[in-house]
Structure formats: structure tokens, C-alpha cells
């Protein structure tokens, strides 16, 4: 079982919409959680942290669940801009600082 | 906000040859570099974690004589694809993490080297 698990879609969705992704991560020993924005060929960019009482901003919402071990992402009204692959990341507590990335979803926004 | 540069953004070299590819923190200091391989359609993969003036951690599978790290001073580290095969055709990026920012949440990640070896 991988230790971070997304489903990797593509989620073609039109502009205007909302939609949502889910992460699940095995490892209990997890601290940190975050959504991070990859567009093709491109590093990989904070999108945001994500924190236990659920966080926002601006058209994005982040939750965590960690009795479930999931995080889910919430975008409201889609932008073409918004097309990208969206990666769950997943900080260790382990004595380091050991980052587990998820595979990604990938996401286009239609015209 | 923290910057790392990534040299060279994109190669392409024969089978057999190696590829030095440099990572470096351009305004802060960076005691622990990370680097990591992306293949087409798949997640960063953690390849080793990189502290100035010792060794490198390799991860399960990576062989680290094939895969030469140095991070000689706190703003760069180096990885050296010794004897390239077609199968290391990916995409490698670095990132860094600051000093002096124990618990910092953020990595700071380079723009990546897109590794073609023919």
C-alpha cells in the first residue's frame, strides 16, 4: 500500500465549478500535511498547509481528519488557471524531516 | 520568498556518461538538500537527503554509487549520474530546507533538470 494515495484522475471539469480531492496516508507517524500545485514539466509549488481545524483561502479549502487519516482539497469556482496536477504531501515525524508525496490529480478546467 | 536554482534545466547525453546536476540556495543557507526523481505520471520520488559537510542518506534502491551527492557548503549541493543508462531519462529536482528553521514547514523546491540520456 502506498504511504500517501490520491486518485489520479483527470477531473475534467467547466469553469465555474467546484470540485474536491481526497488523500488518504497510512502512516500514523504523519505531522505535516499540505497541497502542493505541479503543473506539467514544472517543480512542485506550496498551494497550502493544511491544519486539523480545516483552513482557507481565497477559493481554496483544506481539511484533515487524522482519526481517518485523510486531508481533502475543496476548490470553488474553477478557473481555467486551476488546470495542474495536485499533490497531497505528507511530513514525517520520525526524527527528521522526511516528506511523502502523493502521485497526484490531475485537473482540467474547460472553457 | 526562498529561492533555489537548479543548473543545468535540462540535458541530454550519450549512454555511458555522467551528468553532474548543481542545486543551489540563491538567499538563505541550507543545511539539508533534498533530491528527488520524477518519472512521466508519477509522484516525487525521494532519492537521498543531503547534509552539508557529511555523507548522504540514500533511500531503499538508490544506489549511491551511482548517484553522487556532495554538499560541500550551505548554499550548494551537487548529483553526479555516473555511467547514465536510458532508464535515468527523469526529471530530478532538488529542494532545500533553511537554517536555523528547525520546524519550518517548507521546502523550497528548484525548478528541476529534465535528464535525457540517449
Known amino acids: 500500500r502506498k504511504e500517501v494515495e490520491q486518485d489520479p484522475g483527470p477531473f475534467n471539469v467547466p469553469e465555474g465549478a467546484t470540485v474536491a480531492f481526497n488523500c488518504t496516508y497510512s502512516?500514523?507517524?504523519?505531522?505535516?500535511f499540505f497541497w502542493y500545485r505541479q503543473d506539467c514539466r514544472k517543480e512542485p509549488k506550496l498551494l497550502m498547509s493544511?491544519?486539523?481545524s480545516g483552513n482557507e483561502d481565497g477559493r481554496f479549502t483544506a481539511q484533515l481528519n487524522r482519526a481517518s487519516q485523510y486531508i481533502s482539497l475543496l476548490i470553488r469556482d474553477s478557473k481555467l488557471s486551476d488546470s495542474a496536477t495536485y499533490l497531497c504531501?505528507?511530513?514525517?515525524?520520525?526524527?527528521?524531516?522526511?516528506?511523502?508525496f502523493g502521485a497526484g490529480t490531475r485537473l482540467f478546467v474547460k472553457a | 520568498g526562498a529561492v533555489v536554482s537548479q543548473h543545468p534545466s535540462w540535458v541530454i547525453c550519450k549512454s555511458g556518461t555522467s551528468v553532474k546536476i548543481e542545486c543551489r540556495s540563491l538567499?538563505?543557507?541550507?543545511?539539508?538538500m533534498f533530491w528527488y526523481r520524477q518519472f512521466p505520471k508519477q509522484s516525487l520520488m525521494l532519492m537521498a537527503t543531503?547534509?552539508?559537510?557529511?555523507?548522504?542518506?540514500?533511500e531503499q534502491g538508490v544506489e549511491k554509487d551511482k548517484f553522487l551527492i556532495n554538499h560541500a557548503s550551505l548554499t550548494l549541493s551537487t548529483l553526479t549520474v555516473t555511467s547514465a543508462h536510458p532508464e535515468d531519462s527523469s526529471f530530478y529536482i532538488c529542494?532545500?530546507?533553511?537554517?536555523?528553521?528547525?520546524?519550518?514547514?517548507?521546502?523550497?523546491f528548484g525548478p528541476g533538470t529534465r535528464l535525457t540520456v540517449l
Open positions: 502512516n500514523s507517524a504523519s505531522q505535516s
Open positions: 504531501v505528507v511530513r514525517l515525524n520520525t526524527g527528521g524531516f522526511k516528506t511523502i
Open positions: 538567499d538563505f543557507q541550507a543545511t539539508t
Open positions: 493544511v491544519y486539523s
Open positions: 529542494s532545500a530546507r533553511e537554517v536555523g528553521r528547525l520546524y519550518t514547514d517548507t521546502q523550497y
Open positions: 543531503s547534509n552539508e559537510g557529511s555523507k548522504a542518506t540514500y
